[in-house]
């Protein structure tokens, strides 16, 4: 099997566990990692991954990464870089991302540039430029959608779809996150439904992802919440939810025709279960189907036999993995794709297999 050079860049949270990851994936080579931490730079990844060395330093200019000369850049940061972007696509470099990207429309929406530019025309611009592929993905939104529509294939006389994630975040260790969507803020806030909204607005995306695929044009996509407030102060260790403050949501982006929902996706996020009101949270993702027939289907995301779970962090793990997972498994794909901008709609099946060990 030949195997894809890939140059990674990040080493947060997905990033340190996609290093580890790429060790055991025998059609993908990591040749590099681009980290935005000086301190980070000139040491050997596998260090700072917690799994020894691994022969790979890291680097810290995009210089080094074109230097490098690999297939396929993979992009784990918490938010776009489009100019990092912008410079690998037109040297022929594709890109595969698990950063605030399933369809575009969300950044298109939210994040014009100075100069009129959406992302998105900047983007295909460096495709076209490079005769290079541009994909972003991930769990949720991402695979999830994915999962979603493929439930559909049995189903006729679809009457509306609904992909609903219930899960307990309060392992995912990033405060800044957090507050960015009004967590650990007052619920009689103003701010927070509005911080909820616009630091999750890439779910919309999910929505859209999956009207395309069902050939649905819809009129609008709006979202509709419920807030949990904390019924007593919460310490987490590592975040402090005062009470009364955000400790779990249930909000919705929905798309609709003619008024009517017809593809729905749902997020029921806890922190923490003392909140009024609180959510049955069943930690994993759910496919609600209304048509004929009815399809309802969990998709469950279990440890693998014999994992420690001595450690927060070991629990997390998982969680990171099942983010960046699906854009290495997709990286051949990409890599095989015509220039420009491709979601999850535009790849074949095979993009969404995994890999044999061994």
């Known amino acids: 099997m030949s195997r894809t050079r890939v140059f990674q ?42 799994i020894g060395p691994v022969g790979v330093v890291a680097t810290g200019s995009v210089d080094e990464i074109l230097a490098a000369r690999p297939d396929v850049v993979t992009f784990h940061g918490v938010w776009p870089d489009v100019e990092l972007y912008e410079r690998v696509l037109e040297a022929g470099i594709d890109v595969v991302t ?23 025309q900047r983007i295909a611009a460096a495709c076209e430029r490079g005769g290079s592929s541009f994909y972003g993905t991930g769990m949720n939104p991402g695979l999830a959608q994915i999962l979603t529509v493929v439930h559909s294939a049995d189903v006729t006389e679809i009457e509306k779809v609904t992909c609903i994630e219930s899960v307990d975040v309060s392992c995912h260790h990033s405060v800044d996150t957090w507050r960015n969507v009004g967590f650990g803020e007052p619920v009689t806030d103003p701010e927070v439904p509005r911080k909820l909204e616009l630091g999750t607005r890439v779910f919309e995306d999910g929505v859209r992802l999956m009207a395309d ?28 939810l005062p009470e009364g403050s ?103 099946l095979r993009a969404f297999a995994g890999r044999f060990a061994g």
Request: overall charge negative.
């Open 9 to 50: 860049v990040a080493t947060g949270n997905v990033g340190t566990e996609m290093v580890k990851r790429l060790q055991h994936q025998p059609d993908l080579e990591l040749v590099g990692v681009h980290c935005y931490t000086p301190d980070k730079v000139g040491q050997d990844v596998g260090e700072l991954a917690g």
């Open 98 to 120: 698990t950063a605030d990207w399933i369809t575009g429309h969300h950044r298109n929406a939210n994040h014009v540039g100075a100069d009129g530019r959406t992302e998105e």
């Open 213 to 240: 695929c069902f050939g649905l044009e819809l009129d609008e996509v709006a979202f509709e919440h419920e807030l949990g407030a904390c019924t007593k102060e919460v310490d987490l260790g590592w975040f402090v």
């Open 246 to 348: 955000l400790g779990g949501a249930l909000f919705s982006y929905v798309g609709k025709v003619a008024g009517v929902p017809r593809v729905e996706l749902r997020l029921e996020w806890q922190m923490t279960p003392h909140t009024s009101p609180r959510w049955d949270i069943q930690g994993c993702y759910i496919t609600k189907i209304e048509g004929d027939p009815v399809i309802y289907s969990k998709h469950m995301i279990l440890p693998k036999p014999g994992t420690d779970f001595s450690s927060v962090e070991a629990f997390a793990a998982i969680g990171m993995t099942v983010t960046g997972m699906p854009a290495l498994n997709a990286i051949k794909a990409v890599v095989a794709a015509p220039p420009g901008i491709v979601t999850s709609a535009d790849l074949p």
